[in-house]
């Protein structure tokens, strides 16, 4: 009988040493991470992502906690996303709100407005000593193709969400946006956005990082219907 075949055979993966958990008070936080530098193979992508790995820079990491499992990787099913009436009350209201996807460039204009939105948002979180060379590394280093969905009113740049192409599906990396416009809902109208490209580029899925019941700020993922939860490497709908 011929062996499995495993897809991974080429990466080296590596275990974190612990560090605070940025999620959970009082836990500590371990992490299996693999550096991908080198090329990888599309196919090879696909399967990282879809066994609950994110990317950060060259990096694919996904917890590998002692005793917790809170973290659970998320992905929104594209053809079957359901648009409720909060949805469309949030798209209605930014009827006036335009948008490009690029490819991730960096200015000092995008790095005021980041650190603006972490002083009001997240003060206290690991990114709020980013210097401007961090925040283009975040945007401009990825092994894999990456872009950037731009939000502009009246010509002025008032949010963005970073992600990854990947041949079935995307990855949302990370957003920010002008606090001042807190009644606009913008972060949720950037994964609504997001979700509009996805149909429109095809894509089966949409990957929206780990969803932590414990975390309010990471509890809001699963208001996104229908969405597959990653238990026991087997995704079912949540």
């Not at 990096?59 to 998320?74: L, R």
């Not at 414990?214 to 969405?227: A, D, G, T």
């Amino acid at each position: 009988m011929n062996k499995p075949i495993n897809i991974f055979s080429n990466l080296n993966f590596h275990r974190s040493l612990p560090r605070q958990c940025p999620y959970i008070p009082g836990k500590k936080e371990y992490l299996l991470f693999t550096d991908l530098t080198k090329f990888v193979n599309k196919k090879t992508l696909e399967k990282l992502i879809s066994e609950g790995f994110r990317r950060s820079e060259n990096i694919f990491y996904k917890p590998n906690c002692k005793n917790c499992n809170s973290c659970i990787s998320t992905r929104i099913i594209v053809k079957n996303f359901n648009l409720t009436k909060k949805f469309n009350r949030i798209i209605k209201k930014n009827q006036d709100i335009e948008f490009k996807v690029l490819k991730p460039k960096t200015n000092h204009e995008h790095f005021k407005l980041f650190k603006n939105y972490l002083k009001l948002r997240h003060r206290k979180g690991e990114m709020s000593d980013m210097t401007y060379l961090d925040f283009r590394t975040m945007l401009e280093i990825s092994p894999v193709e990456t872009k950037i969905l731009h939000l502009y009113k009246n010509s002025e740049f008032i949010g963005a969400m970073l992600y990854d192409v990947y041949e079935n599906s995307f990855s949302a990396n990370y957003s920010f946006y002008n606090p001042k416009y807190k009644n606009k809902s913008l972060g949720t109208f950037l994964i609504l956005k997001l979700i509009e490209q996805a149909k429109k580029d095809k894509k089966k899925y949409l990957y929206l990082g780990y969803y932590i019941k414990e975390c309010k700020k990471m509890s809001y993922k699963v208001n996104f219907k229908p969405i597959e939860v990653l238990k026991k490497k087997n995704w079912e709908i949540f």
